[in-house]
């Protein structure tokens, strides 16, 4: 339990260092300890540091290289940084070590709809949601490529099953109201458009 609870002690710590900015500590902090680097790569993400959050998850890879989550983890933060190639390299060594991790084919599936590899991306996201049915993002990105296979009434039924798993789910709404202004549907899809700029204002 001791253990435990300075692990724990170390996680909020590692979260104010973030919030503060002081970086340089909180890597100093988590050292070499592969979950405290996860969480630090983590943290780093959802501040939009994408570049230090990528070079974090090396780090640990460096300690461990059969870590799926640290793979599938840099492939994400690569997806934002719009790196799609090495986004799909990363994420293809993750189910490489683990098959059945649903991220790293929701990953890979991402940054092939940003490659405009459509067929491609929806095949990742079906092993995605083969392993977890409920996986809103999964369903989301197969709607966004359906969208540009201009498949409108499947990408509607893909992009509503992400939102009755994540009612708040901006992006979903967003490209369910793209199809349905693709359909003609005009007062329908823009009533989608705009709750998602509601849920989520800087949605580009």
């Known amino acids: 339990m001791a253990k435990k609870e300075r692990k724990g002690r170390k996680t909020k710590k ?81 189910t490489k070590i ?16 940003n490659l405009a590899k ?20 999964a369903w989301n990105n197969k709607g966004a490529a359906l969208v540009n296979l201009q498949k409108y009434d499947q990408a509607i039924k893909c ?3 992400a939102i009755r798993i994540e009612a708040q789910y901006a992006e979903a709404w967003f490209n369910k109201g793209a199809a349905l202004l693709s359909l003609g549907k005009y007062d329908e899809g823009q009533k989608c458009c705009d709750h998602a700029l509601k849920l989520s204002p800087n949605l580009p």
């Open 14 to 94: 590692l979260s104010k260092l973030v919030a503060a900015g002081k970086i340089a500590r909180a890597l100093d902090i988590a050292d070499n300890d592969v979950a405290l680097l996860l969480e630090l790569g983590a943290l780093l993400g959802k501040k939009g540091n994408h570049e230090l959050a990528a070079k974090t998850f090396d780090r640990l890879l460096r300690i461990n290289p059969e870590s799926a989550e640290a793979w599938n983890s840099k492939g994400a933060a690569l997806v934002n940084l719009q790196k799609y190639d090495e986004a799909i390299k990363c994420c293809q060594q993750a």
């Open 98 to 113: 683990d098959p059945n991790c649903a991220e790293a084919w929701n990953n890979r599936g991402a940054a092939l709809v």
């Open 118 to 137: 459509y067929d491609e991306a929806i095949k990742c996201c079906d092993r995605a949601i083969k392993i977890n049915a409920d996986y809103a993002k």
């Open 159 to 161: 992009c509503d099953r």
